[in-house]
């Protein structure tokens, strides 16, 4: 695959949800490259996506680990070129009280949701810095804001990644580098699963989140957004 002259979108966490949604809008003026451990899915989705004439750079990687990203942005900028934007929706953990949950995947949340976009952000800030121009989105959710009692694991893997986002747009806004941080607050209507009680419209669907991103990476720069929540209309807050 040749260097494209488009600029390029990195997409991390893409699944049949919100991730998915990110790529089918980005791609539309972006060559994109998508990451994820499922690599049949990611296969099938960047088949469907380079139907419509996008080009996609399918990267199945395990986001919490080092050596595995780094492997991944090296290969994007060798066949696609620097990364303008860093769409981070990487994101999970087990649920549970302190009972409940073990170091083990206390760690694997932290990785998953905080040292991996750290990892990501530092492979992309050099590039970023050297054009003076570019975006970095992080996904969070409201256990990112308050942790409840089950949120042993995702809530601190979810305010780390909230604090690395704030860090990051004090230190990268001046230099040009608009960042900011999504509280996702509500469950996405994600079409392979089925909440019980919660029907297609106490849900957000992950097409109208895609456009929330879409806007806050094109902001003009003298009225940056830095934290922004979406949710259904039905949730409460």
């Known amino acids: 695959m040749a260097e494209t002259k488009k600029k390029v979108a990195v997409i991390t966490g893409v ?3 919100l991730g998915a949604a990110l790529a089918r809008r980005f ?3 972006y060559a994109i490259a998508i990451l994820a451990r499922r690599a049949e899915y990611l296969h099938s989705l960047a088949e469907e996506i380079r139907r419509t004439g996008a080009t996609v750079l399918e990267l199945p990687a395990d986001i919490g680990k080092r050596d595995q990203v780094e492997a991944a942005f090296k290969k994007i900028r ?19 009280t302190i009972a409940e949950v073990t170091p083990e995947q206390f760690e694997e949340s932290w990785r998953t949701n905080a040292f991996g976009a750290f990892v990501c952000a530092r492979e992309c800030a050099p590039d970023m810095v050297g054009n003076g121009r ?5 996904t969070g959710a409201t256990a990112g804001v308050k942790a409840g009692p089950k949120s042993i694991s995702f809530g601190p893997g979810k305010f780390a990644m909230r604090g690395l986002a704030q860090s990051l747009a004090r230190d990268l806004g001046p230099k040009g580098i608009h960042v900011a941080w999504i509280n996702v607050d509500g469950a996405i209507d994600i079409p392979t699963r089925k909440i019980p009680g919660l029907k297609p419209e106490d849900m957000l669907e992950p097409a109208a989140i895609a456009e929330t991103y879409w806007h806050l990476a094109h902001q003009h720069r003298s009225a940056w957004t830095m934290e922004l ?9």
């Open 134 to 138: 570019g975006v970095m989105l992080f």
């Open 27 to 29: 791609a539309s003026e």
């Open 15 to 17: 699944g049949p949800g």
């Open 78 to 96: 060798a066949e696609l070129g620097a990364p303008d934007v860093l769409l981070y929706n990487a994101g999970g953990g087990a649920w549970g």
């Open 229 to 237: 929540e979406v949710r259904p209309f039905k949730e409460k807050f």
